[in-house]
């Protein structure tokens, strides 16, 4: 028995769109879970952030 997969997938007319990104470790059949600031993959551990920090400005100052 599988779990379900609702949320997943969007219907529109014939076609069949995934909503969340898939794992690019893990492959096609594996999606990545969505955070507040992230997406990880619950199978491998892979993760990545959302925002992105601009490259060049030194933080702190």
């Known amino acids: 028995m599988s779990k379900a997969r609702v949320g997943l997938y969007l219907i529109q007319g014939e076609s069949l769109t995934?909503?969340?990104?898939?794992?690019?470790?893990?492959?096609?059949?594996v999606?990545?879970?969505e955070?507040?600031?992230r997406?990880?993959?619950?199978?491998?551990?892979?993760?990545?952030?959302?925002?992105?920090t601009p490259k060049g400005k030194p933080k702190g100052k």
């Not at 995934?18 to 059949?29: E, I, L, N």
């Not at 997406?39 to 992105?52: D, I, L, N, P």
């Open 31 to 33: 999606f990545l879970a």
């Open 39 to 52: 997406r990880s993959c619950g199978r491998c551990g892979y993760s990545e952030s959302k925002t992105a």
């Open 18 to 29: 995934r909503t969340h990104k898939s794992c690019p470790k893990c492959g096609v059949g």
């Open 35 to 37: 955070h507040d600031n």
